[in-house]
């Protein structure tokens, strides 16, 4: 199902595109926003992203930035019994997050009105990411045997580095402010392809994004 849509909304870019070979004018994009990997602490994103629009409603557009968060967040469970009431201990194993994107994509309008114009988009591209991994050790009462909870084990810290490649949706909305200056409001969803995560859309391998910025015609 996903592939169709992937195929659908590259057909439209093409046949939108293809319709009007007049030259429009392109743009500089500057978002800030949050960025929430799942079962993750959320964290700060930045991106600067170029528009080559192929037609008033159809662009492409490449990006790159920088973004940081700290913890994924794990589950461990216990069996309950006599001695073990709580069953359900919360941790990490990885901390320290920092990711370099660099993608390209296309985007394609909606609909509009007299406040702002909708779109969706899709992109494809490359992530450098860094961060720590930590083993976790279970904390046990010596007389009852009662697991008290985990925490991870300093000693095992290793600084993790991965190449990452992923694909994204989005939608958004932007306002024109004037002539070359507009807002715009995005949510991103993305996921990486080339890890071992578990596949794609995965707990650890996906992460979404709230962006506001301001794009500047040049």
């Known amino acids: 199902m996903f592939q169709?849509?992937?195929?659908?909304?590259?057909?439209?870019?093409?046949?939108?595109?293809?319709?009007?070979?007049?030259?429009?004018?392109?743009?500089?994009?500057?978002?800030?926003?949050?960025?929430?990997?799942?079962?993750?602490?959320?964290?700060?994103?930045?991106?600067?992203?170029?528009?080559?629009?192929?037609?008033?409603?159809?662009?492409?557009?490449?990006?790159?930035?920088?973004s940081v968060w700290d913890q994924f967040k794990v589950t461990f469970l216990e069996d309950y019994s006599e001695v073990q009431k709580q069953i359900k201990f919360q941790s990490y194993s990885a901390d320290d997050h920092k990711m370099i994107p660099f993608y390209i994509g296309g985007r394609m309008n909606l609909h509009s009105n007299k406040v702002f114009t909708s779109f969706i988009s899709l992109e494809i591209g490359y992530?450098?990411?860094?961060?720590?991994?930590?083993?976790?050790?279970?904390?046990?009462?010596?007389?009852?045997?009662?697991?008290?909870?985990?925490?991870?084990?300093?000693?095992?810290?290793?600084?993790?580095?991965?190449?990452?490649?992923?694909?994204?949706?989005?939608?958004?909305?932007?306002?024109?402010?004037s002539e070359k200056l507009n807002l715009v409001f995005s949510y991103k969803l993305n996921s990486y392809t080339s890890s071992g995560y578990k596949g794609l859309f995965s707990t650890r391998g996906t992460y979404s994004q709230f962006l506001a910025g301001f794009g500047f015609v040049i």
């Open 127 to 177: 992530s450098y990411l860094t961060y720590n991994s930590y083993q976790n050790q279970k904390i046990i009462n010596p007389e009852t045997g009662e697991v008290l909870g985990y925490n991870i084990d300093t000693f095992s810290k290793k600084e993790i580095k991965e190449n990452l490649f992923g694909i994204g949706i989005g939608a958004g909305l932007f306002r024109q402010i």
């Open 4 to 66: 169709s849509f992937i195929s659908t909304f590259i057909l439209i870019l093409l046949i939108s595109s293809s319709l009007n070979f007049a030259q429009y004018s392109n743009s500089v994009q500057i978002n800030a926003g949050i960025i929430m990997p799942m079962n993750s602490s959320k964290g700060l994103t930045g991106l600067v992203q170029y528009n080559y629009h192929l037609s008033p409603d159809v662009s492409l557009f490449v990006y790159t930035g920088y």
